[in-house]
């Protein structure tokens, strides 16, 4: 009995001795976790509590003259840009390449040197790739020349799509899609039905959504020069506020219908909030040039990709037009 009675004791003591071992470590492991908590919230309070963005945001001009709070997967398209560092302002000039209708043109087209096939436009984007070339938003690239937002590794090039034909949305999309590549699609919001051939509403909400930047060539395409006050405005910042609420996008750009301007036209589109304006003067656009008159390359029908790879490096050399992106 005397030995049953040792054992007992003895057990219930080694019982003891681990549950002290246990209740030590709990309180180890509480006491780890408190001081883990203490310190982080000393670290964010000597980095002023919270992290910030040094890049601009894509919708700074949307919330001043449309009223639109938040922006599109575009804007944060537009995209790559959320997750890149930021350097010195760029001071390279970056092309800017004008694409219209993405088919074989019909019989009797008026235009057909605007209609690029298919299998050329992947032609095309396959030896840009090769080059060394990756595609970007004028939105990504304003702010690589304003504030230094890298764009990457790379040759950076900006392919632009004109007035909204529905071979962007069918043809363009995919091959750029396959690239991880998005376009910018300068709208215009009447006159291109898409029983003629235009981009509709859900298609455009597709581009939007695979990070396509949404520019405006205005309401109709309209000749601007000819436009008295009132009519500029329906053109200029009508259809910039009608593309903000219908899309939740910033619309920051203007591109000039059939590249047509003067001083009034260029005044209107400063006064409506826009960050600039492209047109169809050949050559790169310069971060250095009028950021409302951006030269753009227009790309022909028939155009092989080694031909577009020499016509970028011919046009690298044109001269900018006065004025300066860094300038307020």
């Known amino acids: 009995m005397d030995l049953d009675a040792l054992q007992l004791r003895r057990e219930a003591r080694r019982r003891e001795i681990r549950r002290r071992r246990i209740t030590a470590m709990c309180l180890l492991v509480v006491v780890v976790a408190v001081v883990a908590v203490v310190a982080t919230a000393l670290t964010q309070s000597s980095s002023g509590g919270s992290s910030s963005n040094p890049r601009r945001t894509a919708s700074h001009s949307a919330s001043t003259s449309g009223g639109v709070s938040a922006v599109s997967s575009h804007a944060t398209s537009a995209t790559a840009t959320s997750k890149l560092h930021t350097e010195p302002p760029g001071t390279d000039p970056i ?3 004008m694409y219209h209708v993405i088919a074989a ?6 235009f057909p040197g605007l209609y690029v096939e298919p299998a050329a436009f992947a032609e095309q984007m396959q030896a840009l790739k090769h080059a060394g070339w990756h595609a970007v938003t004028l939105d990504q690239a304003e702010a690589h020349w304003r504030q ?3 764009l990457g590794a790379g040759k950076p090039i900006v392919l632009s799509f004109d007035n909204g034909y529905q071979s962007q949305y069918s043809q363009a999309l995919p091959t750029l899609r396959r690239l991880g590549w998005v376009g ?5 919001l009447s006159g291109l039905p898409p029983s003629q051939g235009g981009l509709g509403t859900q298609e455009i909400r597709n581009l939007v959504a695979a990070g396509w930047e949404l520019d405006t060539q205005g309401m109709s395409h309209a000749s601007l020069i000819s436009l008295d006050a009132e009519q500029l405005r329906y053109q200029i910042v009508d259809a910039r506020q009608t593309l903000q609420q219908r899309y939740h996008v910033p619309v920051n750009w203007f591109c000039y219908p059939s590249g047509l301007y003067d001083p ?18 050949p ?6 040039e009028d950021p ?13 990709g080694q031909q577009l790879l020499s016509l970028l490096e ?3 050399e044109s001269p900018p037009a006065p004025s300066s992106f860094t300038t307020p």
């Open 314 to 316: 011919g046009a690298r």
């Open 95 to 97: 092309p800017i390449l």
């Open 292 to 304: 409302y008159r951006l030269h753009r390359l227009r790309v022909l029908g028939g155009t092989t």
């Open 148 to 150: 230094g937002v890298s």
């Open 105 to 110: 043109p019909p019989p009797g087209a008026p």
């Open 184 to 188: 910018v699609e300068n709208i215009q």
């Open 283 to 288: 050559g790169w656009a310069h971060p250095h």
């Open 264 to 281: 009034t036209v260029v005044a209107a589109v400063k006064a409506a909030g826009y960050t600039g304006s492209t047109t169809v003067v």
